[in-house]
């Protein structure tokens, strides 16, 4: 059983490199029709940041959600908006795998070189460690955009809670990890 949650995980992030890569189809109209009524201008223009794979992704985990009969607005707008601290070359491509990678097989190295790019000093960062930065705290990130664009304090929660399996965003993390 183990080798093939393993096999299963291996074919799961093969499937977002072939995304990433931009093998991918753009949202539809009505799509974005769909995205626009649950999200507020600001935050629709934070949507629309994201690359293509992430916006196709994000509004699987929307779908995903409400095929599980949520209905929550703000877990929803969330759901759009959970990546969106990726967006606008915030996490370049080569950042995911080291990330994913770096969690599994080195993760205090990993943990050592990733500084909050909320904080101050991030300019004087390499380019590449301000880069893995930006993917570890993008949850962090993106819940600040959020509250910027004007989302409910619930939703920033879940924005930047979506990665804990236990937390405030629970159902959003794992239709996040299938999706």
Known sequence: MKSITWLQAIGYRLGQVRQQLGFVSPLSTEEYTEV???LPPPALRLFRTMSQA???HSLRVFLGLQARGYSDDDLLAAALLHDVGKAEGRVP???RPAIVIGKKCIPRLL????KSPLAPGKES??????SLSYAWWHAEVGAQLAADAGLSERAVLYIRTHHQPDGPAAALHVVDEVS
Do not use: G
Request: aromatic content about 16%.
């Open 36 to 38: 626009a009524r649950r």
């Open 54 to 56: 992430d916006q196709r």
């Open 93 to 95: 491509f080569w950042t």
């Open 111 to 114: 943990n050592s070189l990733v």
């Open 125 to 130: 960062m390499p380019r590449w460690q301000r």
